[in-house]
Nanobody, 123 residues
Framework: QVQLVESGGGLVQPGGSLRLSCAASGFTLDRNAIGWFRQAPGKERAGVSCIDYKRASTYFADSVKGRFTISRDNAKSTVYLQMNNLEPEDTAVYYC????????????????WGQGTQVTVSS
């Protein structure tokens, strides 16, 4: 059974950092891409970043470039999203999702999703 479990969200002040984790089980992570998406209240789910099976990374949102870093540890079946210099606009529920091999910026291209983790950036 394919399962993705996000963790690491929470409340942080502007300028702070969080590291999100996406723990995968039930499939071979090293053949899959993992994408991070986020959904803020009243907004559509949007792509944040993705790392493909060859470890090539993509950042879909211009606003996170230079602040967020995606990485993967296949031995631990986990993908990470390091988020630095967080801004109130980063407040959202963050989801990880998986698809075969290569990244896509379209949520409809992903087969399995986690339940999400809340990130709140506020003073």
């Amino acid at each position: 059974q394919v399962q993705l479990v996000e963790s690491g969200g929470g409340l942080v002040q502007p300028g702070g950092s969080l590291r999100l984790s996406c723990a995968a089980s039930g499939f071979t992570l090293d053949r899959n891409a993992i994408g991070w998406f986020r959904q803020a209240p009243g907004k559509e789910r949007a792509g944040v970043s993705c790392i493909d099976y060859k470890r090539a990374s993509t950042y879909f949102a211009d606003s996170v470039k230079g602040r967020f870093t995606i990485s993967r540890d296949n031995a631990k079946s986990t993908v990470y999203l390091q988020m630095n210099n967080l801004e109130p606009e980063d407040t959202a529920v963050y989801y990880c999702a998986t698809r075969n091999y290569y990244c896509s910026g379209y949520s409809s291209d992903y087969n399995y999703w986690g339940q999400g983790t809340q990130v709140t950036v506020s003073s």
